[in-house]
């Protein structure tokens, strides 16, 4: 057990969808002693079975309300296009004083579509734990997927200080940094920085695979390191990501645009020969790549670590 964690110790830990994410909570939760009981749900049985052999968690439903009734803390671990209907289901049941968050990769529109169900005594901070991997389900989680990453809440103002120090704390107790930043901020930086990238990924990999002088198998058998990484971050949860676009449109577009007139800078300068403005702009992103190795975010094994 962490350091302080008794002081964190929660009654009951409620965490509403089982994948990536929840699974990954339930681990460290229990392996940190932080929760006293942690209940599970899903709307799919066979997840429920597959969390029952798991043992990740104590009481299972496939009713969020049932897994939410007398929790103290309480997860919404799905996508974001349904938070705001699961937000009402389980609004009638949450109990006073009870700390609701969740772990969409977009603020703005969670808050719009959440906040309108949230029941006095209820203190609503979202938040968006910077971690994860391409892998879904279950089975997918491990407890060390927040160690030295970040969380970052966007607590709406007048929110209880006290509990905005409690979620910070229970998210420092399972190895995460914590920020608080303003929900629109948080939108721009992570449609940068997670979002783009993404949208990147999966254009490049429909390209190649939609590509008439190069068959499917030659993609695959000749898949070098850079198409094999964005490979892999378009095998990411589709409905996660498609709700993620669709909520987050206004940074995305922005930001689009924008990769969208360095792209043609880069193309002109390509065209023309211009070797300088090549050279200076690899130079300055190889720069940003020792950076985020610098701040641990990431290691200089080869293939990124990865097996």
Known sequence: MTKGSEKLLFGKIALIGLGLIGSSLSHVIRREGLAKTISGASRG?????????????????????????????????????????????????????????DAG????????????????????????????TEQSGPDAGFASLFENRWCILTPLEGTD????????????????NV?????????????????????????????????????????????AGGFRDFTRLAASDPVMWR????????????LLGRFSEDLSALQRAIRWGDGDKLFDLFTRSRKIRREIIEAGQDTEAPNFGRR
Do not use: Q
Request: with cysteine; glycine share 6%; proline share 6%.
């Open 45 to 101: 049985r066979e997840t429920i079975e597959r969390a029952a052999e798991l043992g990740l968690a104590d009481e299972l439903s496939t009713d969020a309300r049932e897994a939410v009734r007398d929790a103290d803390l309480v997860f919404l671990n799905v996508p974001v296009g349904v938070m705001g209907k699961v937000a009402e289901h389980i609004a009638p049941v949450l109990k006073p004083g009870a700390i609701l968050t």
């Open 105 to 132: 990769s977009v603020k703005s529109a969670v808050i719009r579509d959440v906040s309108p169900h949230v029941p006095d005594g209820v203190h609503f901070i979202p938040g968006h734990p910077i971690a994860g």
């Open 161 to 176: 200080e006290k509990a905005i120090k409690t979620l910070a704390a229970f998210w420092r107790a399972v190895g995460s």
């Open 179 to 223: 920020d608080c930043m303003d929900p629109a901020h948080h939108d721009l930086v992570l449609g940068i920085t997670s979002h783009l990238p993404h949208l990147i990924a999966y254009n490049i990999v429909a390209t190649a695979a939609d590509l008439e002088e190069v068959t499917e198998s030659e993609v695959i058998k000749y898949s």
């Open 243 to 254: 709700d993620v676009f669709l909520n987050n449109r206004e940074a995305v577009l922005e």
